[in-house]
C-alpha cells in the first residue's frame, strides 16, 4: 500500500470513529429525554434504564454507519483540500482515482462489517430492548402486541394482542368454515390462555351461521386448536430481531399457511441492499469532495454531506413505504435508493475523469 493510501486510510478510521461516537451520542440524548418521562412514570430502576439505552446503540449505530461513512470520506478530503495536500500529491503525478481507492476500499469492508453486523449483534440487542419497552415500561408484554391472522384446517382465526410471558391473547375472533369456504360458526372472547394446543377463551359469544337464535354466551370455553403459543409468538415477531436466515423462515412459515408476507419480504430485501449502502456513500462523498471547487471549504462538504445522508433517506424510506403497501416488488423497492445514488457515484466518478 501506498504511503498516501495508509495517510488517507488511517485519517478515514479516524474520523469514522468520531463522527459514529458523536452522531450515535446525540441520537441516544434525544431518544433519552423523548422516553424518560415513561421510564419514570413506570417506575423502572436506572440500572434497567442504563441498559436499554446501551441495547439501543448497536440498532443505532448500525442505522448511521453509512452516514459516518459518507462524512468521513468528505471530512478527510476536505481537510487535504485545505492543507494543499491534493495540489502537492496532483502536482507529483499523482491522479484523483488513487486517492478514491482507500475510500472505496473503507466502504467494502464498512459494508462487510454492517451485513455481520445486522446479523449477528442487532436482532439480539433489538429483541432485549423491545422487551423491556413494550413489557416493563408500557405494559403491553413483549413485542407481540400486533394483530395477526392464522388459519387452521377450517379455521381463520384473528388475535389483536398476544403476551408472550402469560401466554394470553386478547380480542380473539375465531370463524370456522366448511369445505366449501360457507361461514359455519364463530367465537369471539375477551382473552385467552393458551396451553399447548388447547386454548381457554373468557367471555366468549359462540353464535352459529343460519340460526339467530343459536348464540351462546360463554364464561370459560375450552378450545382444541392446532396452533400453539410459541407459533403465535413466531408471527408476532418484528423484523428487526431476526437474522437474515430467521427472517426467510419466517416468511416460508406465513405463506406456507396461505398468507402474503409482502411487508417481511421487503424487510428481507432492505437487510441485503442496505449495508451496500456504505460502499456507494463512500465513493459518492470522496467523489463530490474530489470534485469541488478550490475555496470550498470543510464546512461546504459537510452540509454536502448530510444533504446526501437525508437525501438518501427519504427516497430509501418512500420507496420502503410504496413497497409495503404493495404497490412496488419487495426487490424494487428495496434497491432503488442504492441504484440512483450509485448512478450519481458514477457521474461524478466519470466527471473527475
Same mark, same amino acid.
Given at each position: 500500500?501506498?504511503?498516501?493510501?495508509?495517510?488517507?486510510?488511517?485519517?478515514?478510521?479516524?474520523?469514522?470513529?468520531?463522527?459514529?461516537?458523536?452522531?450515535?451520542?446525540?441520537?441516544?440524548?434525544?431518544?433519552?429525554?423523548?422516553?424518560?418521562?415513561?421510564?419514570?412514570?413506570?417506575?423502572?430502576? $436506572?440500572?434497567?434504564?442504563?441498559?436499554?439505552?446501551? $441495547?439501543r446503540i448497536p440498532y443505532v449505530a448500525a442505522q448511521v454507519l453509512p452516514v459516518g461513512v459518507l462524512l468521513?470520506?468528505?471530512?478527510?478530503?476536505?481537510?487535504?483540500?485545505? *492543507?494543499?495536500?491534493?495540489?502537492?500529491? !496532483?502536482?507529483?503525478?499523482?491522479?484523483?482515482?488513487?486517492?478514491?481507492?482507500?475510500?472505496?476500499?473503507?466502504?467494502?469492508?464498512?459494508?462487510?462489517?454492517?451485513?455481520?453486523?445486522?446479523?449477528?449483534?442487532?436482532?439480539?440487542?433489538?429483541?432485549?430492548?423491545?422487551?423491556?419497552?413494550?413489557?416493563?415500561?408500557?405494559?403491553?408484554?413483549?413485542?407481540?402486541?400486533?394483530?395477526?391472522?392464522?388459519?387452521?384446517?377450517?379455521?381463520?382465526?384473528?388475535?389483536?394482542?398476544?403476551?408472550?410471558?402469560? *401466554?394470553?391473547?386478547?380480542?380473539?375472533?375465531?370463524?370456522?368454515?366448511?369445505?366449501?369456504?360457507?361461514?359455519?360458526?364463530?367465537?369471539?372472547?375477551d382473552d385467552a390462555t393458551i396451553s399447548g394446543t388447547v386454548w381457554t377463551l373468557r367471555n366468549a359469544m359462540?353464535?352459529?351461521?343460519?340460526?339467530?337464535?343459536?348464540?351462546?354466551?360463554?364464561?370459560? $370455553?375450552?378450545?382444541?386448536?392446532?396452533?400453539?403459543?410459541?407459533?403465535?409468538?413466531?408471527?408476532?415477531?418484528?423484523?428487526?430481531?431476526?437474522?437474515?436466515?430467521?427472517?426467510?423462515? *419466517?416468511? *416460508?412459515?406465513?405463506?406456507?399457511?396461505?398468507?402474503?408476507?409482502?411487508?417481511?419480504?421487503?424487510?428481507? !430485501?432492505?437487510?441485503?441492499?442496505f449495508p451496500l449502502v456504505c460502499l456507494i456513500m463512500s465513493v459518492l462523498g470522496g467523489a463530490m469532495a474530489?470534485?469541488?471547487?478550490?475555496?470550498?471549504? $470543510? !464546512?461546504?462538504?459537510?452540509?454536502?454531506?448530510?444533504?446526501?445522508?437525508?437525501?438518501?433517506?427519504?427516497?430509501?424510506?418512500?420507496?420502503?413505504?410504496?413497497?409495503?403497501?404493495?404497490?412496488?416488488?419487495?426487490?424494487?423497492?428495496?434497491?432503488?435508493?442504492?441504484?440512483?445514488?450509485?448512478?450519481?457515484?458514477?457521474?461524478?466518478?466519470?466527471?473527475?475523469?
Amino acid at each position: 500500500m501506498k504511503i498516501i493510501s495508509k495517510y488517507i486510510a488511517r485519517a478515514l478510521f479516524k474520523n469514522l470513529l468520531t463522527i459514529l461516537f458523536a452522531v450515535v451520542v446525540i441520537y441516544v440524548a434525544v431518544d433519552f429525554f423523548e422516553k424518560i418521562d415513561d421510564f419514570m412514570a413506570a417506575k423502572i430502576p $436506572l440500572l434497567t434504564v442504563g441498559y436499554f439505552f446501551l $441495547l439501543r446503540i448497536p440498532y443505532v449505530a448500525a442505522q448511521v454507519l453509512p452516514v459516518g461513512v459518507l462524512l468521513s470520506a468528505m471530512v478527510v478530503i476536505g481537510l487535504m483540500a485545505r *492543507h494543499n495536500e491534493i495540489i502537492a500529491y !496532483a502536482s507529483g503525478g499523482g491522479s484523483s482515482f488513487s486517492l478514491l481507492k482507500p475510500i472505496a476500499v473503507m466502504g467494502v469492508i464498512a459494508s462487510l462489517f454492517l451485513f455481520a453486523f445486522n446479523e449477528i449483534i442487532v436482532p439480539a440487542a433489538a429483541a432485549e430492548a423491545n422487551q423491556i419497552w413494550y413489557q416493563d415500561v408500557r405494559k403491553e408484554g413483549d413485542v407481540g402486541t400486533r394483530t395477526t391472522w392464522f388459519h387452521r384446517n377450517g379455521l381463520i382465526g384473528r388475535v389483536d394482542k398476544y403476551i408472550p410471558e402469560t *401466554h394470553t391473547a386478547r380480542d380473539i375472533t375465531l370463524n370456522y368454515y366448511d369445505p366449501s369456504f360457507k361461514l359455519i360458526k364463530r367465537i369471539d372472547a375477551d382473552d385467552a390462555t393458551i396451553s399447548g394446543t388447547v386454548w381457554t377463551l373468557r367471555n366468549a359469544m359462540e353464535s352459529v351461521s343460519g340460526r339467530a337464535s343459536d348464540i351462546r354466551q360463554h364464561k370459560e $370455553l375450552k378450545v382444541e386448536m392446532d396452533f400453539t403459543a410459541d407459533q403465535l409468538h413466531d408471527r408476532v415477531k418484528r423484523s428487526d430481531e431476526m437474522s437474515l436466515v430467521q427472517l426467510k423462515e *419466517h416468511i *416460508h412459515k406465513i405463506e406456507s399457511e396461505g398468507y402474503k408476507a409482502v411487508r417481511f419480504r421487503v424487510d428481507l !430485501a432492505s437487510k441485503i441492499s442496505f449495508p451496500l449502502v456504505c460502499l456507494i456513500m463512500s465513493v459518492l462523498g470522496g467523489a463530490m469532495a474530489l470534485r469541488g471547487k478550490r475555496g470550498e471549504g $470543510l !464546512a461546504v462538504n459537510i452540509v454536502m454531506g448530510m444533504g446526501l445522508a437525508f437525501a438518501y433517506w427519504v427516497v430509501h424510506s418512500l420507496c420502503l413505504s410504496l413497497g409495503y403497501a404493495g404497490m412496488y416488488s419487495p426487490i424494487f423497492s428495496a434497491w432503488t435508493a442504492n441504484a440512483v445514488f450509485a448512478v450519481l457515484a458514477a457521474v461524478f466518478i466519470y466527471e473527475l475523469a
